[in-house]
């Protein structure tokens, strides 16, 4: 989250962002504090991109 919020413009946010959504899935703890805030952001920024349309949950 501290990574995308301060480079919003690296094209890399967005898929950190869903990388971090998406380990919560594959991980022990599912939709964890972490998970949700970064869904929010990618979402709230990053909407139209693809990485904000290939998570339309938290896990």
Same mark, same amino acid.
């Given at each position: 989250?501290?990574? !995308?919020? =301060?480079?919003?413009d690296?094209?890399?946010?967005?898929i950190? &962002?869903? *990388?971090?959504?998406? !380990?919560? #899935?594959? $991980?022990?703890?599912? @939709? =964890?504090? %972490?998970? *949700? %805030? @970064?869904? *929010?952001y &990618?979402? #709230?920024?990053? $909407? #139209?991109?693809?990485? @904000? #349309?290939r =998570?339309?949950?938290?896990?």
């Open positions: 989250m501290a990574w !995308a919020q =301060t480079h919003p690296d094209p890399r946010s967005p950190a &962002l869903f *990388r971090a959504v998406r !380990a919560s #899935k594959r $991980g022990c703890g599912q @939709a =964890t504090r %972490e998970a *949700r %805030e @970064a869904f *929010r &990618l979402h #709230k920024h990053y $909407g #139209k991109t693809s990485w @904000a #349309k =998570t339309p949950y938290v896990y």
